[in-house]
């Protein structure tokens, strides 16, 4: 689908996702991106189209650091090594098909009971993440006021920037491998939050329009509930909705995939922005 709408903040707005610019009663809560970044992948999306057309689009391998950081209000809350290996799995199988290769760099485990909270984001944040701004930084917390998770689209960032250390996913704790936020509690909830991270819109966004910037997601007027094999819901542009795909807001077990549009996607932010 084309367009965008999802997730994102930036340089400027970098803390501007912020509660109130988030999207009650939705699984994501990344805010809505910049006029810049629509810029962006609309020119993106033509430069994609001409080299698909022309014969010379290419797939660059991608290789990523990740680091996960549990915190929570209390020790016992705290994720296991074994919890955060299955989620790392999780992002690592459903990436590496791909040309993505995830690599487990390294791992946190803090007691605070305000960052748990998704308090003093910024702060946390400086204290926790690592690497480079070409390095993901997930954390794993208590409560996300109602979301399932956040993230921030790339944008041009400085190191030790604002922009540097906001970057990355919050993720609701129990929404991974055996939480207990069941029907999202199979690690996929990470999945759809990297994919904003890459530079990655809802497939919903903008309904029938031109939707999330991408021309090989077909058309959607919403975002999907469950898995409804056979939604159709922009009858009149071609495909049925894609709810297998990512970046839908599809229960975990239903999520499945990634289009070879939204990787060149993913390839083209990667190079403007984090390589």
């Not at 962006?40 to 660059?60: D, H, P, Q």
């Not at 955060?84 to 791992?107: R, W």
């Not at 960052?115 to 954390?139: C, P, V």
């Not at 910037?213 to 009149?236: F, I, K, L, W, Y």
Request: charged content about 15%; proline content about 4%; hydrophobic content about 35%.
């Amino acid at each position: 689908m084309y367009s965008i709408k999802s997730v994102l903040l930036f340089a400027g707005a970098a803390l501007g996702h912020s509660l109130s610019a988030r999207e009650e009663g939705r699984r994501c809560g990344t805010a809505q991106p910049s006029a810049e970044f629509v810029e962006t992948s609309r020119e993106f999306s033509v430069k994609e189209a001409s080299a698909r057309l022309s014969g010379l689009a290419t797939s660059a391998a991608l290789s990523v650091d990740v680091y996960l950081h549990t915190v929570a209000g209390s020790t016992a809350n705290l994720l296991s090594d074994a919890t955060l290996q299955a989620q790392f799995d999780v992002l690592y199988d459903n990436f590496s098909p791909y040309g993505i290769t995830l690599n487990y760099a390294g791992s946190s485990k803090t007691v605070n009971s305000a960052w748990s909270q998704d308090r003093n984001e910024l702060t946390m944040k400086r204290a926790l993440r690592k690497g480079s701004y070409a390095a993901l930084n997930f954390y794993f917390l208590d409560y996300l006021s109602g979301y399932l998770g956040y993230c921030y689209y790339p944008t041009t960032a400085s190191t030790g920037s604002t922009a540097f250390y906001t970057d990355g996913c919050s993720i609701l704790a129990t929404t991974v491998p055996g939480g207990s936020a069941a029907p999202y509690n199979l690690g996929k909830t990470a999945t759809h939050e990297a994919g904003h991270w890459f530079g990655l819109i809802h497939t919903f966004e903008d309904g029938c329009n031109v939707g999330d910037e991408v021309d090989d997601t077909p058309a959607q007027a919403s975002a999907s509930s469950g898995c409804p094999v056979g939604r159709d819901s922009c009858p009149n542009h071609p495909g049925l909705d894609p709810i297998h795909n990512y970046m839908d807001y599809s229960d975990d077990v239903c999520y499945e995939e990634f289009t070879p549009g939204q990787i060149a996607r993913a390839e083209s932010m990667w190079a403007r922005y984090r390589a």
